[in-house]
Nanobody
Framework: QVQLVESGGGSVRSGGSLRLSCVASQFTNSMAWFRQAPGKEREGIAATIDGTTYITYADSVKGRFTCSRDHVKNTLDLQMDKLKPEDAAMYFC????????????????????WGQGTQVSVSS
């Protein structure tokens, strides 16, 4: 069983920045960040797989969010810049021991392990 612990959420004003971190209790091949706002479906926003420098982003965050992984420490960070009110949501870290195909990395159904989430609020 992989344990995931997120940190770094909070409240900022529109245009501000936050950095989220996720620590996994053991090595995983695939890791990702998802978010879910009230009344909306869970959205994959950034994901990566081990052994590569490949990172994929949702169109909604491209150019504003930067995902980085430390393969030794089993961490996945998400630097969020130029935050907008529509970025407000609960952010979840997800991981799987399987190597998820690139085309499926932002699909929540592909991940077995999930963190508890960290809240991000953005005021206008």
């Amino acid at each position: 069983q992989v344990q995931l612990v997120e940190s770094g959420g909070g409240s900022v004003r529109s245009g501000g920045s936050l950095r989220l971190s996720c620590v996994a209790s053991q090595f995983t091949n695939s890791m990702a960040w998802f978010r879910q706002a009230p009344g909306k479906e869970r959205e994959g926003i950034a994901a990566t797989i081990d052994g590569t420098t490949y990172i994929t982003y949702a169109d909604s965050v491209k150019g504003r969010f930067t995902c980085s992984r430390d393969h030794v420490k089993n961490t996945l960070d998400l630097q969020m810049d130029k935050l907008k009110p529509e970025d407000a949501a609960m952010y979840f870290c997800a991981a799987d021991t399987q190597l998820i195909s690139r085309g499926w990395l932002l699909d929540a159904a592909m991940y077995k392990f999930w963190g508890q989430g960290t809240q991000v609020s953005v005021s206008s």
